[in-house]
C-alpha cells in the first residue's frame, strides 16, 4: 500500500491537498514526488532526479502513465543537473509505452515554468539539454508567473537516412516529412479525424524504420487545424515538436508564410520558422495539474 498526496492547481495555484490511499501488489521501497504538467493538453509526469532519482523510467513511465491504474499521462520527464556546461538542465523523455524520446517542445516549456517557479533558478533565458542537443528557452514571466514560453527548436530538416526511406511508397501524395529532432510526417487533408484511424499504420509504416510521428492538417482561415499520432503514445491533444513540423510543411509546400498558429485539440500554440537563422520557435502555454507521490 502507499499513499498518493495529490495538490492540485487552477491557474497554477494550490487550492486543495487531497490524500488517496492506492492498493497495489509492489512492495513499497521509496517514494518518489511527481508534478503533473501540461503544455495544450499534452500532458507528462514531471520528477527533479536531483532528489529522485528513478531506476528504471522506462518502466515507471508504462505504469504511471496508465490512465486507469496509474497517475495517467502522455509519458515521465525527467528533470536534471547537464552534464555539461553549455546547458543548465537536462531532459529525458518517455513515452507512455516505455520508449525514449529525442525530444518533446510541449514539455520543453513545462520544464521552463517548473525550474523557474519552483525556484530552480532566476534565469528567464533556460539552455535545455535533450538528445536533439541543446534547446534555448525563453520565459514571459509576470508577477512571478510564466505565462507562456518560446523555445528555440533549431533547425528543420526534411531528409534522414535513418529514419526516412521514401522509395518504399505507398505514403499519402499530401504528406511532407520534417524532422524537429524526432521524425514527423504531416499530411494535408479535410478531414484531420482520419488520424485516429491511418495513425498508428503510418507510425509503423516501412518508410519509417525508426517509427514516425503523424500529423494531420487542414489549412483553415484562423490557422492550421492539426491531429497528432505520436509515437509510442498514441493520440495526444497536442504536440509541439508536431505543431513546429507542420508549420515548416505549410510553408515548404506554400500553403502558408513563416508564421502559423497551430490549432490543437488541447490548444493553440504559435510557431515561427525565421528567415534569419532558419530556426523554428515555439510559443505556448505551460501549466500545472497536480503534485503527488507514487512508490518507484
Known amino acids: 500500500m502507499c499513499i498518493i498526496t495529490f495538490c492540485c492547481y487552477f491557474a497554477a495555484n494550490p487550492i486543495a ?11 513499497m521501497t521509496q517514494k518518489i514526488h511527481f508534478t503533473k504538467m501540461h503544455g495544450a493538453g499534452n500532458d507528462y509526469i514531471y520528477v527533479d532526479t536531483s532528489t529522485y532519482p528513478i531506476a528504471d523510467p522506462s518502466a515507471a513511465a508504462i505504469a504511471w ?80 508567473n ?18 526516412y526511406h521514401p522509395e518504399t511508397g505507398n505514403l499519402p501524395a499530401s504528406g511532407c516529412y520534417v524532422c524537429m529532432g524526432n521524425p514527423h510526417y504531416v499530411i ?3 478531414n484531420v479525424d482520419e488520424v485516429e484511424t491511418l495513425g498508428e499504420e503510418l507510425e509503423y509504416h516501412p518508410a519509417f524504420p525508426e517509427r514516425c510521428n503523424i500529423e494531420f492538417a487542414e489549412m483553415r482561415p484562423d490557422g492550421i487545424r492539426v491531429r497528432v499520432w505520436e509515437r509510442g503514445s498514441g493520440i495526444t491533444m497536442a504536440c509541439g515538436t508536431g505543431a513546429c513540423a507542420t508549420a515548416v510543411a505549410a510553408c515548404k509546400t506554400g500553403r502558408a508564410g ?22 523554428v520557435y515555439m510559443t505556448g502555454p505551460a501549466e500545472f495539474v497536480f503534485e503527488g507521490e507514487m512508490a518507484e
Open 17 to 27: 491537498n487531497v490524500s488517496i490511499t492506492h492498493l497495489n501488489n509492489v512492495k
Open 65 to 144: 502513465s496508465d490512465r486507469h491504474k496509474g497517475i495517467g499521462s502522455d509519458g515521465l520527464v525527467l528533470i536534471g543537473p547537464s552534464p555539461i556546461p553549455e546547458a543548465d538542465f537536462s531532459m529525458r523523455i518517455f513515452n507512455a509505452d516505455g520508449s525514449e524520446a529525442m525530444m518533446c517542445g510541449n514539455a520543453s516549456r513545462c520544464i521552463g515554468k517548473y525550474v523557474y517557479e519552483k525556484g530552480l533558478t532566476t534565469q528567464t533565458q533556460i539552455r535545455l539539454l535533450t538528445l536533439s542537443g541543446i534547446k534555448v528557452l525563453e520565459l514571459h514571466v509576470r508577477n512571478g
Open 146 to 163: 510564466v505565462e507562456s514560453v518560446t523555445v528555440d527548436m533549431g533547425e528543420p530538416a526534411f531528409e534522414n537516412e535513418k529514419q
Open 188 to 190: 494535408f487533408t479535410n
Open 258 to 279: 513563416r508564421n502559423a498558429r497551430i490549432i490543437m485539440d488541447g490548444g493553440t500554440l504559435e510557431v515561427e520558422w525565421r528567415e534569419a537563422d532558419n530556426h
